[in-house]
C-alpha cells in the first residue's frame, strides 16, 4: 500500500497540473458515473493529503459546498498524471483509455487517470470532519500535532509496532517506514507503547519527519544514512533506487551488527527487525 509520503507527492502532481482551472471528468469504468459528472466542469481548489487519504477541493455548485473527492489508493490503486500533448483540450474520451479507469481528469495540458482505489468518494463537510478525526498526526503536515500521538502511544498496551501502523495514532506510516525508523532507533518493536520513553517518542517523530519529506521529494522511501547524503543529486532526476536496513531483509545479516534479521506478522502485514540490536528501552 502506498504510504504517505506517496499521497503527499501526488497532491502536488495534481495541484501543478490542474491548479485554478476547469477540469473536464468522466469515469470509463462506469463506477464514479454520478459523481464525475460532478465534478465535470467544476474548477481546481486544491489538492491535500492527510496520511494516505486524498482530498481535492473544488469549485461546485452552493448546495454541494463543501463537498471534496476523497481518494484513498489502498493497495492496488494508482493515480497517473501526464501531458496529453494535444494542441487543443481534448475531450476526456477521445484520449485512449488503458485498464479500469475510475475516474479521468482532463485539462488543457494533462489528463489524469485513477485506477484500482478503494475510496473514490465525494464527500461533504461534514463527512471530512470525521474523517479527519478518525486520523492520528500526519509528519508531512505542518498542523500536526506530535502531542495527539504520544497521548494515545503512552496509554496504550500494544506494542510500538502495532501503534505505528493504526492510521489514528500516526496517519501514514506504512510497513517499510515502520520497520525502518524502529531500526534506526534500536527499538524493540514488540515494545509496548506506555513503556515508551517520551524522548524515544520525540526521536520516532522526528525521524518519520525528516525522512518522509524526503521521501516527498525524490519519490521513494530512503531511510538508510549513506543513501540520505546522495538523495541531494537525485532530487528531480527520477526515481532513486533505496536499499533497506530490515524490510525485506529477513535471514540476512544486520549490517549494524551482524545477528540476522526476523520477520513476523504484526497487525497482518510481516514486520522485520533485528533482535540483537533492537531492544526494548531501559
Known sequence: MP????IHALARRLDAAYADGV???????????????????????????FGKHLLVGLDLPRELAGTRLHVHLGLFGRF?????????????????????????????????????PTACTLVDADEVAALLARLGPDPLREDADPEAGWRTISRSRRSIGALLMDQS???????????EVLHRARLDPFTPGRDLPREVYDELWSDLVRLMAV??????????????????????RGRFRASYEVYRRAGQACRRCGERIRSAEMVARTLTWCPGCQVAPS
Open 3 to 6: 504510504e504517505g509520503h506517496t
Open 215 to 236: 521521501g516527498v521529494e525524490v519519490g521513494s522511501i530512503v531511510t538508510r544514512e549513506d543513501d540520505l547524503e546522495r538523495t541531494l543529486y537525485w532530487e528531480g
Open 23 to 49: 477540469v473536464a471528468a468522466t469515469s470509463p469504468q462506469g463506477r464514479f458515473t454520478e459523481g464525475a459528472a460532478l465534478v465535470d466542469g467544476s474548477v481546481w481548489l486544491g489538492a491535500e493529503a
Open 169 to 179: 495514532v500516526v496517519a501514514g506510516v506504512g510497513n517499510v517506514y515502520r520497520a
Open 80 to 116: 497517473s498524471v501526464r501531458q496529453h500533448r494535444r494542441k487543443a483540450r481534448p475531450a476526456p474520451d477521445d484520449l485512449p483509455v488503458r485498464g479500469q479507469v475510475r475516474l479521468r481528469l482532463v485539462n488543457d495540458t494533462h489528463v489524469g487517470d485513477l485506477r484500482g
